[in-house]
């Protein structure tokens, strides 16, 4: 699994912004990046450069190609870039969007919208592709206030697409996003599998009572939320053990074990070895 924005930060340009942690960042062919499992930690606007890319989100496959937007909320996706696929990645946190909504989109009726709606995907225009252009200069060559012209291109984008969306659904889309009170599963249990979290706490972040996080995480993982916590706690640990020089104890702890003996004991029942003995035959 990768995470986007963090994972593509190391090899791609990109540009921070000052307000609530976005990011510009821009894709290059030379850099390809692909991945049957992905977790989008932020809201991101794509647009499409070059070549193509297919998105995959639950039972939805979406194919992207050059001209074209797509807005994708935070989630798990799965994606599938062509070879001379190239984009600009726009990440954005809930309160850019608020900000965006107060100060552009007045009150209307709301749609009300089901949990695993797709990802919204649109056209560009001239308009667009000129600010783009502007932003790409910006990522590559940053200079005073470049930071400035990213964000308010996130606006210029959002507010053509608004303009030729008649039908409000987008808009009241992102009206439901920042009033959204329940957190992504998925989302949340990946970002959270190392912390010492119990089910009613887990529950209360994810806007859940007991029962229905209960209920809901068996029906879409056909695990028990603890089971699953641990399965991702010992994958986690393998791949530190494989590529890492920390030692076990400290693995052990970043992986979310509090106790040594029981992350040998049920390391060893995963995989048939004590983690001591993993990384002896990955020395050898």
């Known amino acids: 699994m990768i995470q986007i924005p963090k994972d593509l930060l190391e090899h791609h340009a990109h540009i921070k912004l000052r307000l609530a942690d976005m990011y510009g960042v821009l894709i290059d062919k ?3 990046f692909r991945c049957d499992d992905t977790l989008q930690t932020a809201h991101c606007l794509e647009v499409v450069l070059t070549g193509a890319i297919d998105v995959r989100y639950g039972s939805c496959v979406q194919h992207l190609t050059a001209g074209e937007i797509q807005f994708r909320r935070r989630g798990n996706y799965q994606l599938f870039p062509s070879d001379d696929y190239t984009s600009l ?26 949990a695993d709606l ?12 000129a600010n783009i252009t502007q932003v790409i200069q910006n990522i590559l060559h940053p200079r005073e206030y470049s930071r400035c012209i990213v964000k308010f291109t996130a606006h210029q984008v959002l507010l053509q697409i608004l303009s030729n969306d008649s039908s409000k659904t987008f808009v009241s889309f992102l009206k439901y996003l920042v009033g959204e009170k329940k957190v992504d599963l998925a989302y949340f249990m990946e970002a959270n599998f190392n912390r010492q979290l119990s089910l ?23 695990t028990t939320p603890v089971k699953w916590q641990i399965n991702r706690r010992l994958e986690y640990a393998e791949y530190q053990l494989k590529t ?41």
Do not use: W
């Not at 797709?118 to 592709?129: D, G, H, Q, R, V």
């Not at 706490?201 to 994810?206: E, G, P, S, V």
């Open 30 to 32: 030379k850099r390809p």
């Open 200 to 222: 009613p706490n887990m529950a209360k972040l994810t806007g859940r009572s007991v029962s229905a996080f209960k209920k809901e995480f068996t029906e879409r993982f056909n």
């Open 89 to 114: 990645l726009i990440f954005m946190e809930n309160e850019f969007v608020d900000y965006f909504l107060e100060n552009h989109v007045p009150e209307f009726k709301q749609e009300k919208f089901s």
């Open 118 to 129: 797709p990802p919204f995907t649109f056209k560009t225009s001239a308009f667009i592709n």
């Open 244 to 284: 890492s020089c920390d030692p076990v104890s400290t693995i052990a702890y970043t992986s979310g074990f509090e106790n040594i003996s029981h992350f040998s004991k049920v390391y060893k029942q995963k995989f048939g070895a004590s983690p001591k003995s993993a990384r002896s035959e990955l020395v050898i």
